[in-house]
C-alpha cells in the first residue's frame, strides 16, 4: 500500500491509500480510503508508515526537562508592558530596571521578602518563570537591595510622569494616610503611634497616597509614625504644585485631614480649594437653637445646601442617611448593653462576700477599666461611694447623638457653578477608592507592612516599590472585571441608585454575578487572586530532543477561561 496524490486544477489534491499487486504480467491497483480531509502531518506519517519507517511517539523523541508556572506571570508582565512601566522607571533597559520590574511583579504574584524574591528569580532556584521572561539569570538579596537604592532616586522623575498621564491643571486630587507596623529598631522613620482603627500604640511608619478620583495612585510619600495627618498636607501640597506644576487643583480629604489650621495656613494661601467634611462637635454647633441645619430640612431631602457665618465664603451640603442612621443607633445599643454587662459584674464584685471590692479609689479604678474601653463612657450618669456604685444611662446624651446619626456635613469652597452639590458629595465619597487602596497594599495582596527596612531611604522605595504595584494590579482588575466578583457595570449601578446620598448598590449584572456566583457567559466568578493561580496552571515547558542538545519551550493549550483572561487583558501569554 502506498499514498497517492492526484492534482485537481483550481483545488487541493486528491491523496488516496492506493494498494498495488500483481497478476500475472499485470500490475492491478485499487483505492482503499481517500485520506483528502486530514491534515498534512497526519497524511505524511501514513505515506512514512507505509514506505516502512518506524516512527517514534513525542514521549520517546521530547524529553520534559523542566515545567514552570508562567501564565500568572504573562498576564502581569505584559500589562506592565502595555501600561509602559518599564519606560516609566528607564528609557534603557538594563539590570536595576529589569530587577524592580521583577519586583513590582512579585508583589503582586507572591509578595515575601527580599531574599525569596531573589531566590525565586535565580535559575537555579527560581519558582516560576518571572526570572527568565526578564532576562534575569542570577540574582542576590544585594542585587535587589541596590535596585531599591536606584528606585528611590528616581522616585521623583517617575511620579512626575504618572501625574502627567492621569492628573491636569484644576482637576480633583484624593489625599489619605495610613500608618504600617515597623519591625526595625534603627531607623528614623520608625515612631510609637496608635493604629487607625484604635488599639494599642506600635511602632510604625505613616505613607499617604496621592490619587485620582478613580482611585489611581500617582505619588506616595513616607512620614514618621507619629506624624499627625493634618502634618502631611503640605507635603501633598508640595508635591502637585511644586515638583507636578498644578497650580490649580482642588484637594480632597477627610474631616481629620483638612482642618481649620490647615486650610487657613496651607491650602488657602497657596490658592489651592478643599473638599472636606465637618467633625461632630461643629455638626452639634450648626444645629443649635435657629442654627441652619434642623432636622426638618430632611423631610422631603436627603441632601440641602447651608450657609453659616461661620464659614464664610463656602457651601456646606448636610447630607443624611437612613440605612447610616439606623445602622449607628444599632451600634450604640449593642455597645450600651455591653457596657451595662461589664458595670453589673463590678457591681457583684462590690457584693461578694469574698474579697469584696472596698474603697471609692479601687472602685473607680475598676469603673474606669471598663467606660475607657467602652465609647460610650458619656452615656452613663454614675455614683461612687466607699462600698457602693450605682450607674444608669443618660437618656438626654444619648438622644442629642441620636439626633446627628447618619448627618453628615460636606464642606467645600469650590463654587457651585464648578461643582454641583451631588458632585461634592460624590468627590468626598471617592476617598474610599484610597482606602481600598490601602487595603490591598496593607493586605494578602500586596503586603506593604510589616516593615523590616533599615535604612529611611529603602523603607520610603519599598513603600513606593507597593505603590507601583498597586498601580498595574489596579489596571489589571479593571480589564478583568468581567471574570471577578466585582462589578463589572459601574453605569448601571449608578443608574440604581436613588440619590447621591444612598449606599452604593450593585448593578443588575453585579447582583446576579454575585449571587449566582457566575459570570455573564457562565464561568465560575472569583477572586483577582484565584484567577492569578489559575492562569498560574499554564506553565512554560523547557523540552529537549532526545540525544541531542536542543532545547525549546513548549507551552500547554489554555482553557477557555485563561484564553478570556488573556484576552482582556490585551495580552499574550507567549513571552
Known amino acids: 500500500m502506498y499514498v497517492e496524490t492526484i492534482p485537481n486544477r483550481g483545488s487541493r489534491p486528491t491523496v488516496l491509500i492506493r494498494e498495488a499487486w500483481r497478476e500475472g504480467k499485470k500490475i492491478r491497483r485499487r483505492t482503499v480510503g481517500n485520506i483528502t480531509v486530514l491534515p498534512e502531518g497526519q497524511i505524511e506519517q501514513i505515506r512514512r508508515t507505509l514506505k516502512g519507517e518506524h516512527l517514534v511517539s513525542s514521549d520517546d523523541a521530547f524529553q520534559l526537562l523542566r515545567a514552570r508556572p508562567h501564565g500568572d506571570v504573562a498576564a502581569v508582565v505584559g500589562t506592565m508592558h502595555k501600561l509602559g512601566v518599564p519606560e516609566l522607571l528607564s528609557t534603557r533597559k538594563h539590570p536595576k530596571r529589569q530587577l524592580v520590574l521583577a519586583m513590582i511583579a512579585a508583589r503582586i504574584l507572591d509578595p515575601c521578602s527580599k531574599l525569596a524574591t531573589a531566590q525565586k528569580l535565580d535559575s537555579r532556584t527560581l519558582s516560576s518563570s518571572l526570572g527568565e521572561v526578564l532576562g534575569i539569570q542570577r540574582a542576590e538579596a544585594d542585587d535587589l537591595y541596590e535596585a531599591l537604592d536606584w528606585l528611590s532616586q528616581g522616585q521623583a522623575r517617575i511620579e512626575k510622569k504618572l501625574a502627567g498621564r492621569h492628573l491636569a491643571d484644576g ?16 531607623c528614623e522613620l520608625a515612631a510609637f503611634g496608635r493604629p487607625k482603627k484604635g488599639g494599642r500604640s506600635q511602632r510604625q511608619v505613616l505613607f499617604g497616597l496621592l490619587a485620582t478620583p478613580e482611585g489611581v495612585a500617582v505619588a506616595v510619600e513616607v512620614f514618621r509614625g507619629n506624624t499627625g495627618d493634618p502634618n502631611t498636607v503640605g507635603s501633598a501640597l508640595d508635591r502637585l504644585q511644586g515638583r507636578f506644576g498644578l497650580e490649580r487643583v482642588t484637594m480632597v480629604g477627610d474631616r481629620g485631614m483638612i482642618t481649620d489650621a490647615r486650610i487657613d495656613e496651607e491650602l488657602r494661601p497657596r490658592g489651592v480649594d478643599w473638599i472636606t467634611a465637618l467633625r461632630a462637635p461643629t455638626i452639634k454647633k450648626l444645629m443649635k437653637d435657629d442654627g441652619p441645619l434642623q432636622l426638618s430640612l430632611f423631610d422631603e431631602q436627603d441632601l440641602a445646601e447651608i450657609r453659616s457665618p461661620d464659614f464664610p465664603g463656602e457651601r456646606l451640603l448636610a447630607c443624611r442617611n437612613p440605612l447610616l442612621a439606623e445602622d449607628r443607633a444599632r451600634k450604640r445599643e449593642e455597645l450600651l448593653q455591653a457596657t451595662e454587662v461589664k458595670l453589673a459584674k463590678v457591681q457583684a464584685r462590690i457584693r461578694s462576700k469574698r474579697r469584696p471590692l472596698r474603697g471609692e ?195 500547554p493549550c489554555p482553557t477557555p477561561l485563561q484564553e478570556k483572561a488573556f484576552r482582556l487583558l490585551g495580552v499574550s501569554y507567549r513571552m
Open 171 to 186: 482637576d480633583r486630587v484624593l489625599w489619605d494616610v495610613t500608618p504600617v507596623p515597623f519591625e526595625s529598631h534603627n
Open 361 to 555: 479609689d479601687t472602685i473607680g479604678v475598676a469603673v474606669g477599666k471598663v467606660l475607657g474601653a467602652s465609647k460610650v463612657a458619656k452615656h452613663f450618669c454614675y455614683q461612687i461611694t466607699e462600698d457602693a456604685f450605682t450607674f444608669q444611662r443618660n437618656a438626654t446624651s444619648i438622644e442629642v447623638e441620636a439626633a446627628l446619626d447618619g448627618i453628615y456635613v460636606i464642606r467645600t469652597n469650590v463654587p457651585e457653578a464648578e461643582l454641583g452639590a451631588e458632585e461634592a458629595v460624590e468627590a468626598y465619597k471617592d476617598l474610599s477608592k484610597v482606602e481600598q487602596a490601602f487595603r490591598v497594599m496593607k493586605g494578602f495582596a500586596l503586603e506593604v507592612g510589616p516593615i523590616r527596612h533599615r535604612l529611611e531611604e529603602r523603607v520610603r522605595a519599598h513603600v513606593f516599590l507597593c505603590m507601583l504595584a498597586r498601580y498595574v494590579r489596579w489596571h489589571m482588575e479593571k480589564a478583568l472585571a468581567p471574570l471577578l466578583l466585582t462589578d463589572h457595570d459601574p453605569q448601571g449601578a449608578t443608574a440604581r441608585r436613588d440619590s447621591i446620598v444612598a449606599p452604593a448598590r450593585r448593578s443588575v449584572a453585579g447582583e446576579r454575578k454575585v449571587r449566582s456566583q457566575r459570570t455573564d457567559d457562565g464561568d465560575p466568578a472569583r477572586s483577582f487572586d484565584t484567577l492569578m493561580a489559575d492562569l498560574k496552571t499554564l506553565t512554560k515547558n523547557e523540552t529537549r530532543v532526545e540525544g541531542t542538545d536542543i532545547t525549546f519551550d513548549k507551552y
